[in-house]
């Protein structure tokens, strides 16, 4: 008798744990196969800037589209889909600053903020270029513009980057930095080195690809104009050489 109950008890248990890890194995292809289903599958990308193009966002999203999640299920699912990591992705992309949010089912709207302009580029038209040197909305044409002209050899039209990251990120802060001590930027010429020509009348050389921060360059512009030029009247000072400056006056 007691062989008998024991070996009933066993099945019983052999049987309970069957049923349990079948549940399990069924609850968990179900969930799986949830985050499969069409109608959940982000389709729908609004995009609050006509100036972005909808190809640009999508090659951004499409490396978080393309991804799946710790337990291989698609990224691109409604309740899978990471606006947060989205928001970071366009921002390392330079497109822009942007807010993401999804909308049930299968939606996600992106409002672009506004892009603060950092140089006016013209080829025929004028357009407005952010601080990574991208053309991202058409400028009027200004007889005297409050930001700086780039003037380049270089056709460029709206969604190119008329500079590279190192060269716009570099000239940026170097207008900031000058701007600090009432030199105000009003083209930039680019050749082989740099021009910056100032509303003052006169203008200041730097190299290209310029490895020295731009604020411990604009301090020692400051310094000469103190100590060195005063009140003289200026042609230009050149910056180009690591330990020396040179300067020449009108």
């Known amino acids: 008798m007691k062989i008998n109950y024991y070996h009933q008890t066993k099945n019983r248990l052999i049987s309970k744990a069957k049923k349990v890890f079948a549940f399990t194995i069924i609850t968990t292809a179900a969930i799986w196969g949830f985050f499969w289903i069409p109608f959940f599958k982000i389709s729908n990308v609004e995009i609050n800037n006509p100036l972005i193009r909808k190809s640009q966002v999508g090659l951004v999203l499409e490396s978080i589209f393309s991804k799946k999640s710790g337990f291989y299920a698609p990224k691109n699912n409604f309740f899978l889909f990471s606006a947060e990591e989205a928001e970071q992705r ?45 053309l991202y909305e058409v400028a009027p044409i200004f007889t005297e513009s409050p930001i700086p002209f780039l003037e380049i050899e270089s056709t460029a039209k709206v969604g190119d ?90």
């Not at 103190?226 to 050149?238: A, L, R, V």
Request: proline share 3%; glycine share 4%.
């Open 161 to 250: 980057y008329v500079l590279n990251s190192n060269d716009a990120s570099f000239l940026t802060e170097f207008t900031d930095e000058i701007k600090k001590f009432g030199l105000l930027t009003d083209k930039i010429k680019i050749e082989n080195d740099f021009q910056i020509f100032l509303k003052q009348g006169w203008h200041i050389i730097l190299l290209k690809e310029e490895s020295r921060p731009a604020k411990e360059i604009s301090e020692k512009i400051n310094l000469i104009l103190e100590q060195k030029i005063k009140n003289s009247s200026i042609d230009y000072i050149d910056m180009r050489f690591p330990n020396k400056a040179f300067y020449k006056l009108k």
């Open 90 to 134: 366009i921002l390392e992309s330079d497109l822009g600053v942007a807010k993401v949010s999804k909308k049930f089912p299968n939606k996600i709207e992106l409002e672009f903020l506004e892009i603060k302009p950092k140089f006016i580029y013209c080829d025929g038209g004028c357009y407005y270029a952010d601080k990574t040197g991208f």
